[in-house]
């Protein structure tokens, strides 16, 4: 591969990039923050996210991506072009980049995207399917007629998709993935001690100690958020056992979708589903649990792929070297030469 082959993972929660020989330089959150006074960029990632919900009325830190969807076309042009900048700074050449972008962006948000790459100063950009790029980042060869199941989850949406010969033979994708337990949390802590607690401390809440396998009551976390009567600040100590039932509910959603998949599989994929395993990606296969509750409900074996939160962008980095293979996956891609 080329030094200069560039791999974009667009994500909901974070923006990452694969440099052909050096891998990830590049892993922040997917947020950006202008001034509306001078209709200026101040800065993207690391310091933007800092600034959410602490900044004045002219200043807006957000996410141009929410739920899975660019939500701000005009913003994430903005962001990935800083992005893009930033790296393309350093070389001497113009790069390729495949970019990954959300599956339910539509032709003028993508275009949209593009356009920003072309801008910030690539030579050619290819737009690549999420569940193609995972596939190839978790190291499977995708270009056999041997069917593989996918299940990336992200921070905005889970993508589950079965690939055969380097295309997608069927997919799904759900709005069910990391935000919505965190949501799952805060409501479960609102309605039971009617205390509020932020999403920053409910996605601590879930890594340190959530499951949708196991409930131990003495596996326990101290949350801090606002009384909802009283108006003040107030500790509390939850445990896994609590919040198992509340875990498992959205978790069983995502096992749903994954059987819905497998019942509009050709019998053939799922046999060789039944050898090969589920394989899954993203940040949320990190979740306690998850693979357990997965394997149990499907009766086939999953495996979590090394680095999950970087697979989709070391895909994409990767994905030049099956150029040639990936009709399918490069099909919808707008191709722009500059
Ligand atoms: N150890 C962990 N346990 C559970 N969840 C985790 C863990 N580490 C990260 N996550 C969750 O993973 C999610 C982010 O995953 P990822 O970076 O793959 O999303 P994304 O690609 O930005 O989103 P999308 O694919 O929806 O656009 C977040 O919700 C985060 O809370
Ligand atoms: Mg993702």
Redesign the pocket.
Known sequence: MSGLDIGI?L????IIVYLGNKGIVLSEP?VIAVDMRREEVLTVGEKAFEMIGKTPSYIIAERP?KN?VISNHVLTEYMIREYIKRICGTLMIKPRISICI?SSTTKVEADAVVDAAVKAGARKVYLLEEPIAAAIGAGIDITKANGVLIV?I????TDIAVISLSGIVSSRSVRC???TF?QAIIDYVRNTYKILIGERMA?KV??EIASAYSADPQKTIEVKGRHLLKGLPEKLLISQAELYPVIREQAMMIVDAVKEVLESTPPELVGDIYTNGITLT???A??GGFGELLESEIGVHVVVAENP?NC?AIGAGKSFEYLDDLNQGFSDAIMHTH
């Open positions: 993972d994500g909901t929660t974070s997917s991506l899975g959300p990336d992200g921070g905005g949406t993935a990391g935000q965190d996605e879930k890594i993203g940040g949320g990190l979740l939160l989709v």
